[in-house]
T-cell receptor
Framework: GEDVEQSLFLSVREGDSSVINCTYT??????LYWYKQEPGAGLQLLTY?????DMKQDQRLTVLLNKKDKHLSLRIADTQTGDSAIYFC????????????FGKGTHLIIQP | ETGVTQSPTHLIKTRGQQVTLRCSSQ?????VSWYQQALGQGPQFIFQ???????GRGNFPPRFSGLQFPNYSSELNVNALELDDSALYLC???????????????FGPGTRLTVL
């Protein structure tokens, strides 16, 4: 099945760009997602990318997909204190069910 | 439009007991998925229900079971609780389960289960 790997922590200065990276194993993943989880809360979908795309931009968020290397990244421009959270990369394979496979999450820490 | 709701918010049980968690899907959504999120981990897919039938299952034993009702709300039942079942249980609803097409999953706030 799908396996998704992320680094556990990322620390950036307020106002800088944050780049969160993810690698996945299942090349049949049709959609790849980025979710945000704030303390004590559920998951909020930030953005997604279809597997036939290389890049998607949505306001401060840019997703890059390298299918050859099975590498996904999320760039957050002008990082703010409100961006402090855990960010999960997730994939959905081509199987029958819609179950997502999540990474362990990257804790984004914002320094003033 | 009401989002996904879950009850209870928190729950404490002892090993060997049984527990039922509840989820109300977002209006217009006919598919509910359940996930287990252990502390410090990403969510793991338990199973999905579509039109009252189980429509896919992750790597969880049969003591994890579920139901979906005609109004598309859902229950997750866990029998013979073990200490490792302590986790945040997340429910997500979506407009449909069609594999290969985009169906956003909207997550509820979760139920925090502690097994002592």
């Amino acid at each position: 099945g799908e396996d998704v790997e992320q680094s556990l922590f990322l620390s950036v200065r307020e106002g800088d760009s944050s780049v969160i990276n993810c690698t996945y194993t299942d090349s049949s993943s049709t959609y790849l997602y980025w979710y945000k989880q704030e303390p004590g809360a559920g998951l909020q979908l930030l953005t997604y990318i279809f597997s036939n795309m290389d890049m998607k931009q949505d306001q401060r968020l840019t997703v890059l997909l390298n299918k050859k290397d099975k590498h996904l990244s999320l760039r957050i421009a002008d990082t703010q204190t409100g961006d402090s959270a855990i960010y999960f990369c997730a994939g959905r394979g081509g199987g029958g069910a819609d179950g997502l496979t999540f990474g362990k999450g990257t804790h984004l820490i914002i320094q003033p | 439009e009401t989002g996904v709701t879950q009850s209870p918010t928190h729950l404490i049980k002892t090993r060997g007991q049984q527990v039922t968690l509840r989820c109300s899907s977002q209006s217009g959504h006919n598919t509910v998925s359940w996930y287990q999120q252990a502390l410090g981990q990403g969510p793991q897919f338990i199973f999905q229900y579509y039109r009252e039938e189980e429509n896919g299952r992750g790597n969880f034993p049969p003591r994890f079971s579920g139901l979906q009702f005609p109004n598309y709300s859902s229950e997750l039942n866990v029998n013979a609780l073990e200490l490792d079942d302590s986790a945040l249980y997340l429910c997500a609803s979506s407009p449909g389960p069609i594999a290969g097409s985009y169906n956003e999953q909207f997550f509820g706030p979760g139920t925090r289960l502690t097994v002592l």
